[in-house]
């Protein structure tokens, strides 16, 4: 199989949730079929929105809206995958090999060809598309928020110094990017999105420090509930995705030393103990167990809960697609690697058995 580049610019819309049209929304959901009961429903939620301004004691009349949906409501988030459905559908060109992947008002545009050259031209190739989606959509894009990364582990290859014009606009190449939360890098290793963790953790112990010295004679309980929301919470974000478990090929110990260390610094931080008490009995103290523990524990409820909702059928189907489109015929699975979701849940396998 030949050498693939693949560059992904993450887009950003503007006032995402002030620009929703109601009228637009309700004929995107009437084209996908959606029950009349349902629709009856959304409809008298939009409804009767009203918005008043007040500047100290000065106060507007109420006035009718028929743009914006509630941002407050859990129901808002899933009101505006419709409303961006058009732009999903549209867009993901298997000819052009782009894929979008959207929540909210960030939307990523995945693609991948032998030269950089190409991907940039389909890049801004698809941007024009968006523009014009855009104008149908009263959606506006923040040129500033735009970032484009490429991914390859050897860059000897390939041209990583070209960039891409956007409507004129030139947008420069990032060596990491944030996507959901998540820190990603050119060559998809986790060092910095665990330098990333490290840092917001340094900032969470200052916050806890703040806490546990203002609470008079704060109990174990408290501590330990500080510590689960404000430490553990940070280190086992998104943990399916980035984590690999002892045994199975990916795993690093590298990883699991720099995890337990931020561990034991949390640990230290909300049970005054002395310098030489080892880890082991900071755990037995607080009554917890190591991380690395956890996030096994987290990552085969994460498997279980994918093949009850039989959500990781999608991955394999679009695997099978890519198998008899995108590499050769002859002997093409002895040629493809497994990912690493597919090596956990073998290893969840093995340890059942």
């Given amino acids: 199989m030949s050498r693939r580049v693949v560059l992904l610019l993450s887009l950003n819309e503007k006032n995402a949730f002030d620009n929703v049209t109601h009228s637009r929304l309700l004929h995107n959901m009437k084209k996908r079929k959606v029950s009349r009961l349902l629709l009856k429903f959304v409809k008298n939620f939009l409804k009767d929105q009203c918005i008043m301004i007040i500047i100290n004691d000065y106060m507007t009349m109420k006035c009718s809206m028929n743009i914006n949906i509630l941002q407050s409501s859990s129901l808002s988030l899933i009101l505006y995958l419709f409303y961006n459905v058009n732009l999903l559908e549209a867009y993901n060109d298997i000819k052009l090999r782009t894929s979008f992947i959207n929540f909210m008002n960030d939307i990523n545009i995945l693609t991948y060809k032998e030269f950089t050259k190409c991907n940039c031209k389909v890049l801004s190739e698809i941007y024009n598309r968006c523009e ?18 490429h991914f390859i582990k050897t860059s000897k290859w390939f041209n990583m110094k070209v960039d891409v014009k956007l409507m004129k606009h030139q947008i420069d190449l990032k060596s990491d990017i944030r996507i959901l939360r998540i820190q990603l890098n050119f060559k998809l290793r986790w060092v910095i999105y665990m330098l990333h963790v490290e840092a917001k953790l340094v900032i969470k112990q200052k916050i806890m420090q703040t806490i546990i010295e203002s609470t008079w004679d704060s109990s174990m309980m408290m501590n330990k509930q500080i510590y689960f929301v404000m430490t553990r919470s940070l280190l086992s974000h998104e943990v399916i995705i980035w984590y690999t478990s ?16 931020m561990q034991e610094r949390a640990l230290r931080q909300i049970i005054n103990v002395y310098r030489a008490t080892s880890t082991k009995i900071l ?3 607080i009554n917890t167990t190591s991380i690395d523990i956890h996030l096994w524990k987290l990552i085969q ?18 695997m099978h697609w890519i198998c008899n489109n995108l590499t050769s015929k002859k002997d093409w699975k002895s040629k493809l690697h497994k990912t690493s979701l597919q090596l956990k849940q073998k290893w969840m396998k093995e340890t059942l058995e």
């Fill in 246 to 261: 002892q045994k199975v090929k990916d795993h690093r110990k590298s990883l699991n030393v720099k995890l337990r260390s």
């Fill in 283 to 285: 755990q037995m103290k």
């Fill in 301 to 318: 409820r994460s498997i279980i809960n994918m093949n009850f909702w039989k959500s990781d059928e999608v991955i394999k189907t679009a």
């Fill in 132 to 149: 014009q989606w855009s104008k149908t959509h009263d959606i506006k894009f923040l040129m500033t928020k735009h970032k484009l990364i």
